[in-house]
């Protein structure tokens, strides 16, 4: 069965700060699949990034960059500059086998405070 | 398109009462999916649907919680009868079928069984 770890749970920075937030999985699938959400204050979930297994580039979009190495199976996520908005709960997730949908597991989120 | 809509956005309700969610997936998208949040055992799948099919509703708590989809652009979450332990955000959520393409949720139903 899959699993994804968030060892943080919680998180405090100063603006413009550079953190990361660490996501650990498990999966005995060859194809899967990670992803990102954030979850700010008004509750609704939304889409950060999503990468293959089967392609270990890393990726970086304006201030947001993340490092996927699959010896470590690790998936994290850095914010450049931290910003006071970026205050939010992240969780990383995982979906195996290209049949099944976006069907996810999630880790259990790390809440990131960017303080001013 | 004005993504995955769900209603209604908030709920309270008392215990023993029936309660049902709603949720309109995003047009053309094929995958159908309810999650729930909540604090003791964060996000986790209730049931999806694949072409209006049930295809794993294996993380329905129980006979109480039923759902739905009686066409692409509609769904249902029934939870009959209510209890208080059922109180939590639920998430629809839409995507193509496969599984390298991304989810797009709902603002979530908050729903509250006293």
């Known amino acids: 069965a899959q699993k994804v770890t968030q060892a943080q749970t919680e998180i405090s920075v100063v603006e413009k700060e550079d953190v990361t937030l660490d996501c650990v999985y498990e999966?005995?699938?060859?194809?899967?699949?990670l992803f990102w959400y954030k979850q700010p204050p008004s509750g609704e979930l939304v889409f950060l990034i999503r990468?293959?297994?089967?392609?270990?580039q890393n990726e970086i979009s304006g201030r947001y960059s993340w490092n996927f190495q699959k010896s470590t199976s690790s998936f994290n996520f850095t914010i450049t500059a931290s910003q006071v908005v970026d205050s939010a709960v992240y969780f990383c997730?995982?979906?195996?086998?290209?049949?099944?949908?976006?069907?996810?597991?999630f880790g259990e989120g790390t809440q990131l405070t960017v303080n001013p | 398109d004005a993504g995955v809509i769900q209603s209604p956005r908030h709920e309270v309700t008392e215990m023993g009462q029936e309660v049902t969610l709603r949720c309109k997936p995003i047009?053309?998208?094929?995958?159908l999916f309810w999650y729930r949040q909540t604090m003791m055992r964060g996000l986790e799948l209730l049931i999806y649907?694949?072409?209006?099919?049930?295809?794993?509703d294996s993380g329905m708590p129980e006979d109480r919680f039923s759902a739905k989809m009686p066409n692409a652009s509609f769904s249902t979450l029934k939870i009959q009868p209510s209890e208080p332990r059922d109180s939590a955000v639920y998430f629809c959520?839409?995507?193509?079928?496969?599984?390298?393409?991304?989810?797009?949720f709902g603002q979530g139903t908050r729903l509250t069984v006293v």
């Open positions: 997730a995982l979906s195996e086998r290209e049949t099944s949908g976006s069907r996810l597991t």
């Open positions: 990468r293959n297994s089967f392609d270990e």
């Open positions: 999966t005995r699938d060859t194809t899967y699949y």
């Open positions: 959520a839409s995507s193509f079928f496969r599984g390298n393409t991304e989810a797009f």
């Open positions: 649907f694949n072409n209006n099919v049930p295809i794993d």
């Open positions: 047009s053309g998208h094929n995958s």
